[in-house]
């Protein structure tokens, strides 16, 4: 049985929204951010990521992590490479070839994509977007990713998609690190075909489940 620490509105939502793909039973344990609490420490506290019997799982401190009957993995894009490969059916690699395709989408997203794509984010998430500096920023951020943009937006004019004509773990984990740059409507006008590809990963009831239930969570 696979275990998920993390809530989903972390980067858990990476193996959460793949999990709900593949209807695959999991136990889910919600460890929060210590950061979003007042009191991380105290006696009322959460499971959080400071807390000692979570960092007994991942000394990092970090969510999300995986335990899969005593493998323990605490990266989420390694998480969700590790479900899809063993347990993901055509979500997952069929051939060493799109095993090492769908590595290297990972190691893009993570890399090119979702830098930048944090720092849009967090700008726009403050009102920072209002200011001058903000818009300088976001300027910046913007420019970070129009070649990695421009990689996926040639790779998408011929392929629905990253792996060609299906869905997988590689559309999951580059659709995730991009989605916080997805508040930025200019660059998203600027690559229809991204728009286009992110909107139509988004619509699939897997990730509108996984998006319900961080909906349901508190802020
Ligand atoms: N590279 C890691 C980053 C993990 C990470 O930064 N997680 C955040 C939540 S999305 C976290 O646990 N923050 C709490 C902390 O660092 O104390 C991954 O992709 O899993």
């Known amino acids: 049985m696979l275990t ?7 980067r858990a939502s990476r193996p959460l929204w793949l ?32 807390s000692p019997e979570f960092l007994k799982v991942n000394p ?32 997952g690699p069929q051939t060493p070839a799109e095993g090492a395709l769908m590595t290297q989408w990972a190691l893009f997203a993570a890399t090119s994509l979702e830098g930048p794509s944090l720092e849009i984010l967090f700008i726009q998430q403050d009102g920072g977007d209002a200011t001058r500096e903000g818009q300088a920023g976001l300027a910046i951020a913007a420019q970070k990713l129009r070649r990695p943009l421009k990689r996926l937006e040639d790779h998408l004019a011929a392929h629905d998609y990253l792996m060609g004509d299906r869905f997988t773990v590689a559309d999951i984990n580059t659709a995730e690190c991009l989605r916080y740059a997805q508040g930025h409507a200019a660059l998203m006008e600027e690559h229809p075909k991204v728009k286009a590809w992110l909107e139509r990963c988004q619509s699939r009831p897997g990730f509108q489940s996984m998006m319900q239930k961080r909906l349901e969570e508190p802020a």
Do not use: K, W
């Open 19 to 50: 999990l709900a793909e593949l209807g695959l039973p999991f136990r889910h344990v919600p460890v929060i951010q210590a950061y979003r609490l007042s009191d991380a420490t105290g006696p009322d506290a959460p499971l959080n990521t400071a």
């Open 4 to 10: 998920i620490y993390g809530v989903y509105r972390s």
């Open 60 to 91: 990092l401190g970090q969510i999300p992590c995986m335990d899969a009957d005593g493998l323990v993995l605490t990266e989420s894009l390694a998480i969700t490479l590790y479900i899809a490969r063993n347990h993901g059916g055509l979500f």
